[in-house]
């Protein structure tokens, strides 16, 4: 069964980090692109940083540049998302995600990268004093 599951979210103050994680099974993480997107209260879902396979394509947004990190760690079959200098406004659930079968590389507009497939629950991370 093909499974992305995230964790390491939770309370954090302003200016504060957090290590999310996102552990895959059902599949080599190594062949596929793989994403994080978040969903603060009230707004759309939104890309935040998305890195393809091996030397492919990434993307980040500009919101969070300087300050958020996606590591891959195909060997062990999964990826972090290292957020630093946190801000209230970026409360909200957090997502991993990946591409669809036999696609390695995101496509990347002006909106950040494409994702129209399925969402996990997420991993809720709370910027708040």
């Known amino acids: 069964q093909v499974q992305l599951v995230e964790s390491g979210g939770g309370p954090v103050a302003p200016g504060g980090s957090l290590s999310l994680s996102c552990a895959a099974s059902?599949?080599?993480?190594?062949?596929?692109?793989i994403g994080w997107f978040r969903q603060a209260p009230g707004k759309e879902r939104e890309a935040v940083i998305c890195?393809?396979?091996?030397?492919?394509?990434?993307y980040t947004s500009d919101s969070v540049k300087g300050r958020f990190t996606l590591s891959r760690d195909d060997a062990k079959n999964t990826a972090h998302l290292l957020t630093n200098t946190l801000k209230p406004e970026e409360t909200g659930v957090y997502y991993c995600?990946?591409?669809?079968?036999?696609?390695?590389?995101?496509?990347?507009?002006?909106?950040?990268?494409?994702?129209?497939?399925?969402w996990g629950q997420g991993t809720q991370v709370t910027v708040s004093a």
């Open positions: 995600v990946k591409t669809p079968r036999g696609v390695s590389r995101w496509s990347v507009g002006t909106a950040g990268c494409y994702y129209s497939g399925l």
């Open positions: 890195v393809s396979s091996g030397r492919g394509n990434r």
């Open positions: 059902g599949f080599a993480m190594a062949d596929y692109a």
